[in-house]
């Protein structure tokens, strides 16, 4: 067996777990399953996308990387975008139905309406054609042990590790952080203690809406663009939510690297076809076995 799976499955599963963040938190704090969440991963390269397109000069290689300065620029600036377009979802059809009380299945299909709106949306203005940041070539560097890998992909690997510590500052050493922790452990318990809580859906939509963002502009680097790569992730990255602890952002962090090496053991071992099935077995085990995930609390 070739080690190499172990640096192919850390890359891919930073990838998920950052769009589990989003995920996971989403659920903590509204309660419901949102699977428009792909799409902003694909909503997120593409956005980044228009801003690289639009200053080409930007993109000259810096240093080993295959890309320039521009792309950083690209990335925050669709972040930003991603998280308003977020906000945006919630407040035209999300927000409506919690005034209204709705049941959680309403939400759930709702999300899923949410998805095709935004695929289809993608496809109309930016055609199903797969796309690039870059086509510069880069020629995987020896690790040790056999691994290999590529200065960008080292490169997504250090930017994951310092998000993630961003995020787990944001939740534990800030007052908003704190909010949302209260809210949800005890959304009404939270109300009643003055938190605004609809101030906090709004940051969870916009911190989710980014991570995502940051997650395809990771997969659009290293991979390519294209409107379907947000709903290709969906499974791994509820498995990863599910298998991490739903509320845990290091339990979604985690979990999407157990996914991604997983995946990429698979990939290996039995054959690429079957790497889409690796989510669906993970999550199908997790929810047999532990559905509270490994860093999550049992249900009392």
């Not at 101030?199 to 939509?205: E, K, P």
Request: aromatic fraction near 8%.
């Amino acid at each position: 067996m070739n080690a190499q799976f172990i640096v192919d499955g850390l890359i891919a599963g930073s990838m998920i777990g950052l769009g589990a963040i989003g995920v996971t938190l989403t659920y903590a704090i509204l309660r419901f399953a949102n699977f428009a969440h792909g799409e902003f991963i694909a909503w997120g390269a593409y956005l980044a996308l228009a801003v690289v397109a639009a200053v080409p000069f930007g993109m000259v290689p810096i240093g080993p990387f295959s890309f320039g300065w521009m792309l950083p620029v690209a990335a925050i600036a669709a972040a930003l975008l991603t998280g308003g377009l977020a906000i945006l979802i919630d407040w035209l059809l999300f927000a409506s139905f919690r005034r209204r009380a709705s049941a959680t299945i309403i939400m759930v299909i709702a999300s899923f309406g949410a998805s095709l709106a935004l695929r289809s949306l993608l496809e109309f203005v930016f055609t199903s054609k797969p796309v690039y940041f870059t086509r510069e070539l880069q020629i995987a560097m020896p690790l040790g042990g056999g691994l290999r890998a590529t200065p960008d992909q080292l490169l997504m690997l250090g930017v994951t590790a310092v998000l993630v510590i961003a995020v787990h500052l944001l939740l534990t050493r800030t007052a908003i952080g704190r909010q949302m922790r209260a809210v949800s452990e005890n959304p009404v318990l939270a109300r009643l203690a003055g938190v605004d809580v609809r101030r906090v859906i709004r940051t969870v939509w916009c911190l989710g809406g980014a991570l995502a963002a940051g997650a395809g502009v990771m997969a659009g680097l290293l991979v390519q663009i294209r409107p379907y790569m947000g709903f290709d992730l969906l499974l791994p990255l509820f498995a990863a939510a599910i298998l991490g602890g739903i509320g845990s952002v290091p339990g979604a962090i985690l979990g999407g690297l157990l996914v991604g090496l997983c995946e990429a053991l698979a990939v290996q071992t039995v054959g690429a076809e079957w790497r889409a099935a690796v989510g669906f077995v993970i999550l199908t085990l997790v929810l047999l076995l532990r559905p509270q995930g490994i860093l999550g609390k049992a249900a009392t």
